[in-house]
């Protein structure tokens, strides 16, 4: 029996960088806040996770998508956005388009 083969020499590609591929909370050297209105998005739990679980099919559950913004360090931002871009579909900020229209009107009101 032989021994199994071994390469010591990584691969030339071995790396990729993070911030080429998005990886949340990883932003490139020197970036700060202010560089873009979006900035937040790298920091956003929902970033990781499914897509779907955030743009239920009508009359589909939210309650996955509601329970990861409860501990997402942006939600607010991401509200802030969906409020001001009229965001129509999705969960956002932790509210459904249904409960985005009542804080909408509400705001309105008073």
């Given at each position: 029996m032989s021994a199994p083969f071994y390469n010591s020499e990584a691969p030339a590609d071995w790396f990729v960088d993070?911030?080429?591929?998005g990886v949340?909370?990883?932003r490139p050297e020197g970036a700060d806040?202010?560089?873009g209105a979006l900035s937040w998005q790298t920091?956003?739990?929902?970033?990781?996770?499914?897509p779907e679980a955030f743009f239920p099919e009508k009359g589909g559950?939210?309650?996955?998508?509601k329970r990861i913004c409860t501990s997402c360090s942006v939600r607010e931002q991401c509200l802030e956005y969906a409020l001001q871009n009229d965001e129509r579909f999705g969960i956002w900020g932790g509210l459904s388009e249904r409960e985005r229209r009542r804080v909408k009107r509400a705001a309105q009101a008073s």
């Open positions: 993070p911030v080429e591929l949340p909370g990883v806040d202010a560089e920091d956003a739990l929902c970033a990781q996770t499914d559950s939210t309650r996955d998508a």
